[in-house]
């Protein structure tokens, strides 16, 4: 589409990541720039790092279906422009405000099909299993603030994070959501993060680093002998 907006850019990925537009779908690699309505997925060995033009930051885990239902961003225009709304179906993420939140508290949501997310000023992260439960645990954003998620279902019921590392679940849309907890260490130890797809992509292209240079190393020794 000529007219297509580009709302973003898959800054790095990993494993198997792809891209359902316009009734196509398409193999996604770093630099894969996005658009309203992109449905975006991850196999079981894919993750991507998603960064929005306002700064937004999202990252999908593995076995992850995730829709761009809509972006505006202008702050040229009077009133201002500022809006994201995207849908999480299955998987895992994380979420890291950027200027669209810092615009209007209001104007970011993120929804499952059990749950409305809305933030301010702040990072988290969610999982979604198969069932559509869906589990929130608020984080310390990059340079350490903390803000407040606030996930509420379609029956009106609603829960605030406010103590970072405190989780909320939501197991319907009409039942109540359970009432916010904190982690255990072990818990938190095993949280996909804001760094935990960053830390996996480097890891895999060191081992790809590594395994290049034993097998120029090979070549070398081969040559000796040869």
Known sequence: NAF???????????????????????????????EM??????????????VFVDKTKITLAPNTEFLIDEFAF??????????????????????????ISALDSDAVEIGTPTATITVQGTAFTGTVDPMGVTTIVLLPDSDGRVG???????????????????????????????????????????LFDLDSVEDDIKDKNDLQFDRKEYNDLLENEKEMFE
């Open 4 to 34: 297509a907006v580009t709302v973003g850019e898959v800054k790095d990925k990993m494993g198997s990541t792809f891209n359902e537009r316009a009734g196509k779908t398409y193999k996604v690699e770093s630099g894969y720039l996005l």
């Open 37 to 50: 309505n992109d449905f975006l997925q991850t196999g079981e060995d894919g993750a991507m790092n998603i």
């Open 74 to 99: 202008d702050t040229t225009s009077v009133p201002i422009e500022a809006s994201l709304e995207v849908s999480i179906n299955v998987g895992t993420f994380t979420y890291e405000s950027g200027q």
């Open 148 to 190: 407040e998620v606030t996930v509420s279902n379609e029956a009106g019921y609603s829960q605030t994070l406010t103590s970072v590392y405190t989780s909320v679940t939501v197991i319907g849309d009409n039942l109540a959501p359970k009432a916010p907890s904190p982690l255990d260490n072990m818990q938190k130890k095993n």
